[in-house]
């Protein structure tokens, strides 16, 4: 079945204790990408990767450290977690060839709480 | 920089009517596209339909439809004969030539019998 997993999907933790929140996809998608959903904000871009080894900063890359060391993975880290941190996280991919853009598959959701 | 605005932040139709939720997008690329997003309340992301800034013709998919006008920079999502399952955040986004994908805030639709 294609999809996304992400893993953990709820966490609690403290402020300051390095977490990583893995995402996978095998689907073989170029593009990968982090979100963040806050109340009445929407989904805001935190990083996002074209391929493997290349990453960009999205609208709120603050706080967040990812990499892309393998096509199908793409884990976000957070080295010094906050409060402010506290969000609903999503991972999504998909295809990307040239100018054509493609439809995002989400996954599941990382409900994070910072205290 | 790229933004959606999305007006609405709640709305309400009764079961088997059509309903349009609005979208305007602000670019100054010329190659982009536009999708559709629906979350219920379960949280999941579950794409609807999508648009490409150079297609012809607007998208349709089942009971969806995207009202595409380039010049006034709208993309509209029309649901026809609205289902009770169709209660839901409905979130608007652009993805243009920097590849950075953006979202609106979103419009809750409710359903009613």
């Known amino acids: 079945e294609a999809q996304v997993t992400q893993n953990p999907r709820y966490l609690i933790t403290v402020t300051g204790k390095k977490l990583t929140v893995t995402c996978s996809q095998n689907?073989?998608?170029?593009?990968m990408s982090w979100y963040r959903q806050d109340p009445g904000l929407g989904l805001r871009q935190i990083y996002y990767?074209?391929?493997?080894?290349?990453?960009d900063k999205g609208d709120v890359p603050e706080g967040y450290k990812v990499s892309r060391k393998e096509k199908r993975n793409f884990p976000l880290i957070l080295e010094s977690p906050s409060p402010n941190q506290t969000s609903l996280y999503f991972c999504a991919s998909s295809l990307s060839q040239g100018e054509r853009t493609y439809e995002q598959y989400f996954g599941p959701g990382t409900r994070l709480t910072v205290t | 920089a790229q933004k959606i605005t999305q007006t609405q932040p709640g709305m309400f139709v009764q079961e088997k009517e059509a309903v349009t939720l609005d979208c305007t997008y602000d670019t100054s690329d010329q190659s982009y596209g536009l999708f559709w997003y629906k979350q219920p309340s379960s949280g999941e992301m579950i794409f609807l339909i999508y648009q490409g800034s150079y297609d012809e013709q607007n998208a349709t998919e089942g009971r969806y439809s995207l009202n595409f006008q380039k010049a006034r920079k709208s993309a509209n999502l029309v649901i026809s004969a609205s289902q009770l399952g169709d209660s839901a955040m409905y979130f608007c986004a652009m993805m243009s030539a920097g590849y950075a994908l953006n979202f609106g805030k979103g419009t809750s639709l409710l359903v009613t019998p």
């Open positions: 689907m073989n998608h170029e593009y």
């Open positions: 990767s074209m391929n493997v080894e290349v990453t």
